[in-house]
């Protein structure tokens, strides 16, 4: 069933802003693992998308790609839209 009000501009900017710290911490937390792939070369992030953060509803996350921050990666995953590609 889907939310009957949509999501206000506070909620998503706050979702945003908490994909983008979760992001940035999954993605360093995996660049500081010990034992790196020899095909690597570093600095790059292998980590392009998450499963957003839980205490945001589906309706913002969907608002959010319907806005163009975000797109869907599959399995609900999400990964951001690069700024260069708009």
Do not use: C, H
Not at 9 to 32: G, H, I, P, V
């Amino acid at each position: 069933m889907a939310d009957p009000t949509p999501p206000t501009e506070k909620e998503l900017r706050n979702a945003f802003k908490a994909f983008k710290k979760r992001l940035k911490l999954t993605q360093l937390d995996d660049d500081s693992k010990l034992s790196k792939r020899p095909t690597t070369s570093g600095g790059s992030a292998s980590i392009v998308a998450i499963v957003p953060p839980n205490e945001f509803g589906k309706a913002v996350w969907d608002e959010l790609v319907k806005q163009g921050k975000l797109k869907k990666a599959g399995q609900g995953m999400y990964e951001m839209v690069e700024w260069w590609t708009l």
